[in-house]
C-alpha cells in the first residue's frame, strides 16, 4: 500500500483523537490537516515497518504543542501540581456532568495521555513514545486525568484519594 | 487491615484498561472486593473509557472532509493515479466475474441517489466502525482458539455459525465477538491482512419468513458494505480500508464457502 493511501485510511483515526482533544470539529480538522502536511514533509523520519498510527500521533502532537505555544504561555506547572492544589476545587461544586467538558478542562497534557489510552487504545509504552514522555510519567498522568474527570462528573469530592502502596 | 496484595496505582489504572495479565487481574480484583472505594473509582475510570468512545466513536462514522484527503495524497499523485487506473481494471474484471457467477448482482445505487441503508447494514457498519480500528483488543476471543470461538457463537446464535477461510485471499481470521443484535445475538468476525487491513462478517440469525437475497451492496459513510441473506442467517461483510471491488472478491470467496 502506498504512503498516501496509508494516510488517507488513517484520517477517521486521527479526526477522533483531534476531535476529543480540541473540542470542536473545524479546529480539529485544522489540526488534523496540519498534522497530514506535516507527515509529509517529514516522512523520511518515520521508520519502515513500525506502527504508522502511532508515528502520527507524534506528529500531531508536536503540531499541537506548536499551535499552543504560539497561543498562549505554556504552563509548566500543570504536571508538578500536587493532588492537594487539585482537591481544592472540590468546593467548587463542580458538577460538570458533560462527558465532553470535563475533559476539556483537564490539562492538555494529561487529557492527551487520557485520549491516547482510553480512546486511542494505544498501549502505555506507545503512549510515552508518542507524546515523548517516560513511562513513569503517562501513569501518573492517566491516574490524575481519570481522577479528575470522575470528580467533575460525578462529583466525587468526598472519596479520599489515598496512596495506594 | 493487612493486605494481602499490594496493588499499586498504575494497577489501578492497568485494570480499568483491561490490561493486565489474568493471573494478576484476579488478584487485582481480590483486592479490590475488600475496598469498596477503590473498587468504586476503578469502576468508574473502566466506565470513563467507554463513554469516551461511545462519545467519539461516531467520528470514524463521518465523511472524511475533501481537504484532508486531498492532503494526506499530496505528493503522490502520479502514484495514485496509475494505482487508481489498475483497480478500475481489476474491478471491472471482478465485476464481470462475480455477476457471471451470482448473475444476481445488483448494480449499486450511485452515491447521490442512495437510497436509506436496511437496518442490517447500518448495524454491520457500525459494529466494524467500532472494532475494526481497536488495537489492543478487536476481538473477544482469538483465532488461536477457533474451535472455542465457533462453538460458543454457534451456541449463543442457535445455529451452526461459520467463519469462513479468507487466508486465500491474504486475510488472516484475528477472531470473534458477540453483539447484542435487535432481535438477539449476533456474531462478528474479525480479519486481518499483513497491512493490517481489516474486514468484518456480521452474522445474525434470520426469521423463518425471510426471503433469501441476492448480493447487495451499500456503503455506510466511510464503510463498504456487502450483505446477503441465506435460509439460516444474514450476513454482511464490511470494510473500511478495503475498496469495493476488493471487498466483493472476499465477498465472493465467503458467499461460496457459507452457501455450498
Known amino acids: 500500500m502506498s504512503d498516501a493511501q496509508s494516510l488517507v485510511e488513517l484520517i477517521p483515526r486521527l479526526r477522533r483523537y483531534a476531535r476529543a482533544l480540541v473540542g470542536e470539529r473545524a479546529a480539529a480538522d485544522d489540526l488534523v490537516q496540519d498534522t497530514l502536511e506535516r507527515a509529509w514533509s517529514k516522512l523520511h523520519l518515520y521508520r519502515r515497518g513500525t506502527d504508522l498510527r502511532a508515528w502520527l500521533f507524534t506528529v500531531m502532537h508536536n503540531v499541537h504543542v506548536n ?3 504560539a497561543a498562549r504561555p505554556a504552563d509548566p506547572l500543570e504536571d508538578e501540581m500536587p493532588e492537594l492544589a487539585q482537591r481544592a476545587t472540590q468546593g467548587d461544586a463542580l458538577m460538570v456532568r458533560d462527558l465532553e467538558r470535563a475533559v476539556a478542562a483537564l490539562p492538555d497534557a494529561q487529557r492527551q495521555v487520557l485520549l491516547l489510552v482510553a480512546l486511542e487504545d494505544l498501549s502505555y509504552e506507545e503512549t510515552a513514545q508518542a507524546l515523548e514522555i517516560p513511562i513513569g510519567t503517562v501513569m501518573s498522568r ?6 479528575k474527570v470522575r470528580q467533575l462528573m460525578y462529583g466525587k469530592g468526598g472519596t479520599k484519594l489515598q496512596v495506594v502502596k | 487491615m493487612s493486605d494481602r496484595y499490594d496493588v ?3 494497577e489501578i489504572q492497568a485494570w480499568a484498561d483491561g490490561r493486565l495479565e489474568a493471573a494478576r487481574r484476579a488478584e487485582v480484583e481480590a483486592w479490590l472486593a475488600a475496598h469498596a472505594d477503590e ?4 469502576s468508574a475510570y473502566r466506565n470513563l473509557n467507554e463513554e469516551l468512545r461511545a462519545r467519539y466513536d461516531a467520528v470514524l462514522q463521518e465523511p472524511v472532509p475533501a481537504r484532508l484527503e486531498r492532503t494526506a495524497r ?3 499523485r502520479w502514484r495514485s493515479l496509475g494505482l487508481a487506473a489498475g483497480w478500475a481494471l481489476l474491478g471491472i474484471a471482478v465485476g464481470v466475474v462475480a455477476g457471471w457467477q451470482l448473475r444476481a448482482v445488483q448494480a449499486p445505487a450511485p452515491r447521490a441517489a442512495q437510497p436509506e441503508a436496511p437496518p442490517i447494514v447500518r448495524r454491520a457498519a457500525l459494529a466494524h466502525a ?3 480500528p481497536e488495537v489492543r483488543h478487536p476481538v473477544e476471543v482469538g483465532a488461536d482458539q477457533e474451535q ?4 460458543w457463537l454457534s451456541k449463543r446464535m442457535g445455529g451452526e455459525v461459520r467463519a469462513p477461510k479468507l487466508d486465500g485471499e491474504g486475510m488472516a481470521l484475528v477472531g470473534g465477538r458477540l453483539l447484542p443484535g435487535e432481535t438477539g445475538p449476533v456474531a462478528q468476525f474479525m480479519y486481518q491482512c499483513a497491512r493490517g487491513r481489516r474486514v468484518t462478517l456480521y452474522v445474525r440469525t434470520e426469521a423463518p419468513d425471510h426471503r433469501e437475497t441476492a448480493f447487495r451492496y451499500a456503503r455506510e459513510n466511510n464503510v463498504r458494505v456487502f450483505y446477503w441473506i441465506d435460509r439460516t442467517f444474514g450476513y454482511a461483510l464490511s470494510s473500511a480500508d478495503l475498496e469495493r471491488d476488493e471487498l466483493l472478491k472476499l465477498a465472493n470467496v465467503a458467499y461460496r ?4
Do not use: D, I, K
Open chain 2, 257 to 260: 464457502q457459507l452457501n455450498p
Open chain 1, 67 to 69: 499551535r499552543l505555544r
Open chain 2, 39 to 42: 473498587a468504586e473509582r476503578a
Open chain 2, 8 to 10: 499499586s496505582e498504575a
Open chain 2, 148 to 151: 472455542h470461538l465457533v462453538a
Open chain 1, 142 to 147: 492517566l491516574a490524575r486525568a481519570r481522577e
Open chain 2, 74 to 76: 499530496r505528493g503522490a
Open chain 2, 130 to 132: 467500532t472494532y475494526a
